[in-house]
């Protein structure tokens, strides 16, 4: 694992971060990992189910019973119990559903090694809220993505719209401050940036630009760790 190049790029909720990661995935024909859909996994599986999760025992029969299948475009389909659950995953109350399951560190732990299996060759972008710090230390390259909630929610409700899926601005907004406040304050992995990372403000950039800079920064990085 150690080898094979990792850029990890985290931020806040519809910050851009995941169409500049599919983005980077086309271009350097890397592995796209979206970490949130792991948690937005345990968040449905959990309305669904009404498994506790405070209950060790509760996670490992969720997670033990999750598969992530690598498809033709590079990125992971989550199977639960062999099944596809991949559509029902990206709905609003699913995302907030997910930053609520995300605070049990008995589910971030279970998580980690799903995510660890994911490293292959010839990369990985890994995409999330604690790649940078938690998940991928070693990370060739990390970023952390911002922009303004405004913005973010504007962007949020077309992507919603143009799926054909209702929306209200009002509420997208308020969803994602929810949902910020609720990933910055939580105690096990905060969303913050490493150290080490480059801070991206999304809110005026084309995603061309921020590619084309993104691009730029990994090539410097492997110069440097020639
Ligand atoms: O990236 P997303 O919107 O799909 O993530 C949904 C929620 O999952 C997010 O609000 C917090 C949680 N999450 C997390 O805690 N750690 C990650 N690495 C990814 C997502």
Do not use: W
Not at 5 to 22: M, Q, V
Not at 57 to 65: C, P
Not at 155 to 169: E, G, I, P, Y
């Amino acid at each position: 694992m150690n080898n094979i190049p990792i850029i990890a790029i985290d931020g806040l909720a519809s910050s851009g971060k995941s169409s500049i990661s599919k983005l980077l995935s086309k271009k350097l024909k890397f592995y796209f990992l979206d970490s949130g859909i792991l948690y937005r996994s345990i968040g449905y599986i959990h309305k669904l189910e009404s498994i506790d999760l405070n209950s060790e025992k509760g996670v490992k029969d969720i997670i033990s019973n999750i598969t992530l299948l690598p498809s033709k475009n590079l990125q992971f389909q989550v199977l639960y119990k062999n099944k596809d659950i991949t559509n029902f995953l990206y709905s609003e109350e699913i995302g907030l559903q997910a930053s609520i399951v995300s605070q049990y560190q008995s589910v971030r732990e279970s998580l980690l090694f799903l995510q660890h299996s994911c490293v292959q060759n010839p990369g990985l972008i890994a995409n999330g809220r604690d790649m940078g710090t938690k998940v991928f230390p070693n990370a060739k390259l990390k970023i952390y993505f911002i922009a303004d909630l405004e913005i973010r929610a504007n962007r949020r409700h077309k992507q919603l719209l143009d799926s054909d899926v209702s929306s209200d601005l009002g509420s997208i907004k308020k969803m994602l401050r929810d949902r910020d406040n609720s990933d910055k304050d939580r105690i096990i992995s905060p969303l913050k940036a490493a150290d080490d990372a480059i801070i991206i403000d999304s809110s005026n950039l084309k995603p061309d630009t921020v590619l084309d800079k993104i691009l730029e920064l990994y090539k410097i990085s492997e110069a440097c760790n020639k």
